[in-house]
């Protein structure tokens, strides 16, 4: 599988867990932003990737996986931030969940006001080892 597949597979089982179910913008696609509750935006930002070993065929990507949790503002913090807990609990460094890798546990940054939304990020590096055909 791929970086975008082993994390967006991973993020979107357990946002259609959640009631009511999450919404989930994903890079690249249309999206209408709910008028009311939460909803998340998943970003995956590749960094460049380095040979593992001196074959060759053996590499690494690393890169940051990006998750904003977008809650309405006026509401308090707490929604917004709970989410953003779940999230960091959701991607573990340990146990390792699929062949792409969490290694730092997740940044939950300081809350954005945008257009009337609360917006808090959570950031985690990740890196995948990978092999050439």
């Known amino acids: 599988m791929s970086v975008r597949s082993d994390l967006e597979t991973r993020l979107q089982l ?5 009631v009511p179910k999450i919404k989930i913008a994903w890079e690249g696609q249309s999206f ?3 008028t009311s509750g939460v ?3 998943a970003v ?6 380095r040979n593992s ?3 060759g065929t053996d590499y690494r ?3 940051l996986w990006q998750i904003s949790v977008w809650g309405l503002d006026g509401r308090g913090s707490s929604e917004t ?4 807990q779940d999230l960091v609990n959701l991607f573990p460094v340990v146990p390792k969940f699929a062949s792409t890798s969490i290694e730092q546990v997740g940044t939950i940054s300081q809350a954005d006001i945008i257009d009337g939304w609360r917006v808090v990020h959570v950031t985690f590096p ?3 080892e990978s092999q050439t055909i």
């Open 39 to 41: 909803f998340l935006q």
């Open 32 to 34: 209408q932003k709910p």
């Open 14 to 18: 357990w946002a259609d867990s959640q």
């Open 44 to 49: 995956v930002m590749r960094a460049k990737s």
């Open 61 to 63: 990507e690393h890169g």
């Open 53 to 55: 070993t001196l074959r």
């Open 126 to 128: 990740y890196r995948k």
């Open 81 to 84: 931030e709970n989410i953003a």
